[in-house]
C-alpha cells in the first residue's frame, strides 16, 4: 500500500493567488513527521515545511503553510501569493518514529505550474 | 556554509560498464543518504550510514550496487556492471542526528544516462 499519496500529478495557479497541494498519508506509527519538499528543474530537493504528528499547530513557514487534518490523515500544503519561481515539483514525505534512521518515504510528487 | 556537493552532475554510459558518483555532506552531519529517483516518481532510499557504518542498506541491489563512507565522511555510490534500468537521478542527502525532527539537506544529485 502507498505511504504517501499525491493525486495531482500536475497543477496550475495564477500568479498570486493561493494554491493547496494535496498530500495523504498512510501509517499506524503513532509518531511520524511530514515534510514537504520543492524540486526545481535544477535537481535539488529544498525543505519547505515540516509537521509532527503530535503538534497541536498547523505548521507555517513563510507563504507556506501546512494543513494538517489528523484524523483524515492529510497534510495538505498551502502557497500563498504564488509566484512565478514556485514552479517546480512538490513532494510530500514522512518519517516514521519506528524508522530510527530518518529514513523519508516520498510521494509521486506534484508539477506546480504558475502563470503569469 | 556550503551544502551537499555531487559529483558528477551528468554521467552517460553505455550498459554492462561502471559508474561511481561521489558525496561531501555538509560538514559536521554524521548521517548520509543515498537515494534513487526515476524519472516522474519521488526518490527512494538505497543505504543509510551513520557515521561509517551503513545501518540500512536494504533497498540497494547488492549484486551490483555497493558504496562506501570511509572515514565517515564522503561517500562513494558505485554500480558494477551498469544496466539500462539504471538511468535515474542519484541524491545524497545528509542530516546532522538521527532520530526526531532532523531536516535532511539533499545535493543536487547525479544525473545518470545507460544507453
Known amino acids: 500500500a502507498q505511504k504517501i499519496t499525491q493525486t495531482q500529478p500536475g497543477m496550475f495557479v495564477q500568479e498570486k493567488e493561493a494554491v493547496t497541494l494535496d498530500c495523504t498519508y498512510d501509517t499506524s506509527d503513532p509518531s511520524y513527521g511530514l515534510f514537504w519538499y520543492k524540486q526545481p528543474s535544477s535537481g535539488e530537493m529544498i525543505f519547505l515545511i515540516y509537521q509532527g504528528s503530535y503538534d497541536q499547530q498547523n505548521a507555517t513557514e513563510g507563504r507556506y503553510s501546512l494543513n494538517f487534518q489528523k484524523a483524515r490523515k492529510s497534510a495538505n500544503l498551502v502557497i500563498s501569493a504564488s509566484q512565478l519561481g514556485d514552479s517546480a515539483m512538490y513532494f510530500c514525505a514522512m518519517r516514521e518514529r519506528h524508522n530510527q534512521g530518518g529514513k523519508l518515504i516520498f510521494g509521486q510528487g506534484t508539477e506546480l505550474s504558475v502563470k503569469p | 556554509e556550503a551544502g551537499v556537493v555531487q559529483s558528477p552532475r551528468y554521467k552517460i554510459i553505455e550498459k554492462k560498464q561502471p559508474v561511481a558518483f561521489w558525496c561531501n555532506p555538509i560538514?559536521?552531519?554524521?548521517?548520509l543518504y543515498w537515494y534513487l529517483q526515476n524519472l516522474g516518481q519521488g526518490p527512494e532510499l538505497l543505504i543509510r550510514y551513520e557515521n561509517e557504518e551503513a545501518v540500512d542498506d536494504s533497498q540497494l541491489p547488492k549484486d551490483r550496487f555497493s558504496a562506501e563512507r570511509l572515514k565517515g565522511v564522503d561517500s562513494t555510490l558505485k554500480i558494477q556492471p551498469a544496466e539500462l534500468g539504471d538511468s535515474a537521478v542519484y541524491l545524497c542527502?545528509?542530516?546532522?542526528?538521527?532520530?526526531?525532527?532532523?531536516?535532511?539537506?539533499f545535493g543536487p544529485g547525479t544525473r545518470l544516462t545507460v544507453l
Open positions: 542527502a545528509s542530516s546532522p542526528r538521527q532520530g526526531g525532527y532532523n531536516e535532511q539537506f
Open positions: 560538514s559536521g552531519h554524521n548521517t
